[in-house]
C-alpha cells in the first residue's frame, strides 16, 4: 500500500508511537508552544488525526511562561500498559522530567509527576511487574542512563549506566522494546542535523549489558547532500496487530540552492522495519522516501484533517490546531458569534507575551486568509503573520498611522527590519499570505504588498527546533490597545 511521507508535516519532531486496542496514538514535542504535547490517532500509521493535548491546565504549562524559543517541552515517550497511557517528557524551562497519564489520551491528564533526574529524552519501559526509566542523562561519560521506577510516586532507585554512545558521546533518545525475548535499545546519535542517526543494540535483560548492531547506524540520511529528506533519526518502534514492524522519525525536507534550508520544521516519516538475524533493519536497507510502499495495517483515509485545512468563524472557539506562544494572558482572547476577538498588549511579536493564536504551516504550497475587522487607534495593529521566532518573522497587519487606517507588510529578520508597502485600507480587510517552497507573497484585499524568502524563517537561518507557524496577532507596541481586532473568519489551504 502506497503512502506519503512525512506523515505528519511541519513541525512535528520527535515523534513516540504505541497501540492499544487495535488503535494507534501519537505524541511529539511542543517546545514553548501552548498547549503542549499533541496527541494523534490513527488505524493505519499514516493517515493521523489530532486528538488533542496532554499539558492542558495550569499544573502542565505555568513554567512554560519564561521558556525561550525552542525551549519548553522536549521528546516525549507515550507508552500504554495495563489499561493506563503514560507519558513521560522533560521541561527544560522548568522541573525537568515528568510523567502524566489518562485512561483516554483524547481526554483530560493528570498533574504532573516531577521525577528526580538530571537530562532529556525519557524512555519508560515496563517488563515482568517493573518499570525502567530510561534517559539521556548529560554526562558524556554515562550519558545514557536508566533505574526502576514507581509510576504512581515517581520513586527512582539507583541509576545505572547501560550506554556510552557508537560514535556519539552525546547519544540522545534511548528507547527499549521487548522481541523474542530479547531487548532491544534504540538511540539518536549525531545531533539533529545532517549528521543525525538511530543505531540500535540488544541484550538478553532490560537492564543490559548492550551489544551494538554490527551494521550501525540502522537509519541515517548522512552522506546524501543532495536527498530531499536529511537529518532522519529519533526513531520510535511499533508492533502492527498482524506482527509487522515499523517506526516513526523525526526528519526535514530541504530545498534550494546550496546551502539549502527547511522552513516547515523538524517533521514525523513513517518507515517499516524488518529483521535479519535478530537485528532490525528499516526499508530494506534503502533510505526513506516520499513516496513509500509497505503493508499498512488499515485502509487509508480521504478526508483532511485540521493538520492539513482549516476554515473557521471561531464560533466554537479555537480547534485542536491552534497554539499560543508561552502561556496566554486569557483577557487578551474572546470568540463567539462575531469571530475572535484579539487584544494587543505592549508586546509586539518581536518579543515575548504578545498576543498570538496560531497553526503550523503544513505544507510548502499553501494559502493563509484572516477576514479582519479593526478600527485601531495611533500605533495599534493586528493581523496575519509567519512566525519562526521573536527575531524571525513576517506579518501583514492593519494599523493607523496620520490619522489614516492602513495596511502594510512588515519583516523582522534578525536586527533588521523593513516595511515592504502601504495602502489605506477600511473598516473590514482580507489579509492574504501565498507560500511556495521559496517566497512568501503578502496581499490585502487581493492586491500583492510585498513578498518574502521562506529561507529567513528557516531553520538554517533562525536557529531553533520549531518551524514556521501562520498566526493571528494583536499589538498596542509599547501600550495597551483600546480597540479589539476581530477576525470574523480564517482559512488555511494547501
Not at 301 to 313: A, F, I, N, Q
Not at 469 to 474: M, N
Request: aromatic share 10%.
Amino acid at each position: 500500500m502506497r503512502y506519503e511521507n512525512p506523515v505528519l508535516p511541519g513541525c512535528h519532531p520527535d515523534p513516540t508511537v504505541c497501540r492499544a486496542d487495535g488503535t494507534f496514538y501519537l505524541a511529539t514535542s511542543s517546545f514553548e508552544y501552548v498547549p503542549g504535547l499533541p496527541l494523534y490517532r490513527s488505524d493505519n500509521l499514516a493517515d493521523w488525526a489530532p486528538i488533542g493535548h496532554a499539558l492542558t491546565r495550569d499544573a502542565h504549562v505555568a513554567a512554560l511562561a519564561d521558556a525561550g524559543s525552542s525551549h519548553g517541552v522536549y521528546a516525549p515517550t507515550l507508552r500504554h500498559h495495563d489499561g493506563t497511557f503514560y507519558l513521560v517528557s522533560t521541561n527544560v524551562s522548568g522541573d525537568g522530567h515528568f510523567l502524566v497519564t489518562a485512561d483516554d489520551p483524547a481526554g483530560d491528564w493528570s498533574d504532573p509527576i516531577w521525577l528526580d533526574a538530571p537530562g532529556i529524552d525519557p524512555d519508560l519501559f515496563f517488563a515482568d511487574g517493573s518499570c525502567y526509566f530510561t534517559y539521556h542523562s548529560g554526562d558524556p561519560e554515562n550519558p545514557i542512563r536508566q533505574a526502576e521506577l514507581d509510576p504512581e510516586t515517581g520513586e527512582l532507585g539507583d541509576p545505572t549506566t547501560i550506554w556510552t554512545g557508537f560514535r556519539d558521546p552525546y547519544v540522545e533518545a534511548p528507547h527499549i522494546y521487548e522481541r523474542d525475548g530479547t531487548y532491544h535499545l534504540v538511540l539518536a546519535e549525531g545531533g539533529t542535523h545532517a549528521g543525525h542517526m538511530a543505531v540500535a543494540a540488544r541484550a538478553d535483560d532490560p537492564t543490559g549489558p548492550y551489544e551494538g548492531c554490527p551494521d550501525n547506524p540502522i537509519l541515517t540520511q548522512w552522506g546524501r547532500p543532495r536527498a530531499d529528506i536529511r537529518a532522519v533519526g529519533h526513531a520510535d518502534f511499533v508492533r502492527d496487530g498482524d506482527g509487522n514492524w515499523w517506526l516513526v522519525c523525526l526528519g526535514i525536507r530541504q530545498h534550494g540552492r546550496w546551502p539549502k534550508w527547511h522552513h516547515l520544521g523538524r517533521e514525523t516519516f513513517l518507515a517499516p522495519v524488518s529483521w535479519e538475524g535478530g537485528w532490525p533493519v528499516v526499508n530494506g536497507g534503502e533510505p526513506i522516501s516520499a513516496e513509500m510502499t509497505g503493508p499498512l495495517p488499515g485502509e487509508r483515509r480521504d478526508e483532511p484533517t485540521p493538520v492539513e485545512r482549516t476554515d473557521t468563524t471561531f464560533a466554537d472557539g479555537p480547534g485542536v490546531e491552534w497554539y499560543h506562544r508561552r502561556p496566554p494572558a486569557s483577557e487578551r482572547y474572546d470568540w463567539g458569534d462575531d469571530g475572535l476577538v484579539l487584544r494587543g498588549g505592549p508586546e509586539t511579536l518581536a518579543e515575548p507575551g504578545a498576543t498570538f493564536l496560531g497553526r503550523r504551516q503544513t505544507a510548502f504550497d499553501c494559502r493563509a486568509e484572516a477576514t479582519l475587522a479593526f478600527d485601531p487607534g495611533p500605533g495599534e495593529e493586528a493581523g496575519l503573520t509567519v512566525l519562526a521566532d521573536e527575531d524571525h518573522h513576517y506579518q501583514v497587519g492593519v494599523t493607523r498611522r496620520d490619522g489614516r487606517r492602513e495596511a502594510l507588510v512588515r519583516l523582522r529578520i534578525g536586527d533588521a527590519t523593513d516595511v515592504l508597502g502601504r495602502t489605506p485600507v477600511g473598516a473590514r480587510a482580507v489579509l492574504a499570505v501565498d507560500a511556495d517552497t521559496d517566497r512568501y507573497r503578502f496581499s490585502v484585499d487581493g492586491e500583492e504588498l510585498g513578498d518574502a524568502a521562506t529561507r529567513y524563517v528557516s531553520t538554517e537561518v533562525a536557529g531553533g527546533f520549531t518551524g514556521a507557524f501562520v498566526g493571528l496577532y494583536a499589538t498596542g507596541r509599547g501600550d495597551w490597545s483600546d480597540a479589539a481586532a476581530t477576525v470574523e473568519r480564517f482559512v488555511y489551504e494547501s
